[in-house]
């Protein structure tokens, strides 16, 4: 069984910093492909950003420049670090992990961002 676990939302103030983080149990971490993916209430799931099995990242427009995804295959976590926060960053955060064969969703961080 595979399980994702999304830890370190929050409330912020605008311009501040969140790291999240979304550990993997299991045996598929290291060839997945990791993504971090957001929800505000009444708009559809967006990409955030996304990292591959090897390294390659790319991220949504509105985040670049402020958002950092990275990955600890070690640690079979997946980090998503957020600076710069603005309230339209409001959203459950979800981890995504993508194998040749399953697709895995965790069960969802809340940020808010206050303005």
């Known amino acids: 069984q595979v399980q994702l676990v999304e830890s370190g939302g929050g409330l912020v103030q605008a311009g501040g910093s969140l790291r999240l983080s979304c550990a993997a149990s299991g045996s598929i971490f290291r060839g997945a492909n990791m993504g971090w993916y957001r929800q505000a209430p009444g708009n559809q799931r967006d990409l955030v950003a996304r990292i591959t099995s090897g390294g390659s990242t790319n991220y949504a427009d509105s985040v670049k420049g402020r958002f950092t995804i990275s990955r600890d295959n070690a640690e079979n976590t997946v980090y998503l670090q957020m600076n710069s926060l603005k309230p339209e960053d409001t959203a459950v955060y979800y981890c995504?992990?993508?194998?040749?064969?399953?697709?895995?969703w965790g069960q969802g961080t809340q940020v808010t961002v206050s303005s």
């Open positions: 995504k992990a993508v194998t040749a064969r399953y697709v895995y």
